[in-house]
């Protein structure tokens, strides 16, 4: 074949090639037509919304220990949250079988010696069972708290750790408390006199009763009403009396001064 035929063949094929591009262009530009609506806008399907994740009152909620207990039982993603319920950091995390809150060994109340072997069940001190606790006084030493009433207490006080945003300025000492010369209490205090080796240690829930009610007082008297720290204390304290009204029932909205109330706790 001569010079002018293979030129003839070469063009024939761009040609043909051409014809290719331009076939496609035309169906992208008319399925680009198809999804305009009578504006010229461009209709794209939405992607339908994803639940915001439900707030956590409590783990023994029904709503909270749900959807964990179905996802492990219908073998669906990881029911748990990604950040430690007390200090909202990641890290080596235990996860509850029960309800979706982790937590680190150290967080947790009480802590934890030893992490859980990946085969075995764990869960947190929210979602224990208190009438399998042993009743008060067994297992508790000379002057100690004890039993099902220590765990109450340590509930209450791990609950108000997973209060994070409202918690986070009361767990340590207040500069004010030393300022004006008040006695401190913070809830990094509280935890350390729930140690059973601590020289401060509670030896009945009315210490602890009356130690909460001192943050909440020295976060009032120091700071105007309109202030954060203020509102936040007010908000914290509510739900505090909201635990008492369910555990300690005898202690809800006593002023944490004079004499403390008799004992009558309620734990079913």
């Not at 001569?2 to 290719?20: F, S, W």
């Not at 748990?80 to 150290?106: I, R, S, T």
């Amino acid at each position: 074949m001569g010079l002018g035929g293979h030129a003839g063949v070469a063009g024939a094929a761009q040609a043909c090639e051409l014809d290719k591009v331009c076939a496609e262009s035309v169906q992208d530009l008319m399925a680009t037509i198809a999804k305009l609506d009578s504006n010229g806008v461009q209709v794209v399907p939405e992607t339908p919304a994803q639940p915001s994740p439900a707030l956590v009152h409590s783990s023994t909620d029904s709503k909270a220990a749900g959807p964990a207990r179905a996802a492990a039982a219908t073998g669906a993603g990881d029911p748990n949250e990604d950040w430690c319920a007390v200090c909202m950091d990641g890290g080596e995390l235990m996860c509850c079988d029960k309800c979706p809150k982790v937590f680190h060994q150290y967080c947790h109340i009480p802590a934890v010696e030893k992490l859980p072997e990946p085969t075995e069940s764990w869960q947190c001190l929210l979602c224990v069972n208190f009438a399998e606790v042993p009743e008060d006084g067994v297992g508790a030493g000379a002057g100690e708290l004890g039993g099902r009433r220590r765990r109450v207490v340590e509930r209450i006080t791990l609950e108000l750790y997973c209060q994070y945003e409202l918690s986070l300025q009361f767990r340590e000492p207040a500069l004010y408390a030393a300022m004006h010369h008040l006695q401190p209490m913070c809830l990094d205090m509280i935890r350390m006199k729930l140690q059973p080796r601590s020289p401060d240690r509670y030896t009945h829930e009315a210490q602890f009763v009356a130690d909460c009610r001192l943050l909440f007082r020295n976060a009032y008297r120091n700071n105007p009403a309109d202030s954060q720290i203020y509102k936040d204390a007010r908000r914290l304290e509510e739900f505090f009396d909201a635990q008492l009204v369910k555990w300690l029932p005898e202690y809800a909205y006593w002023s944490g001064e004079g004499e403390p109330p008799a004992k009558r706790s309620r734990l079913d």
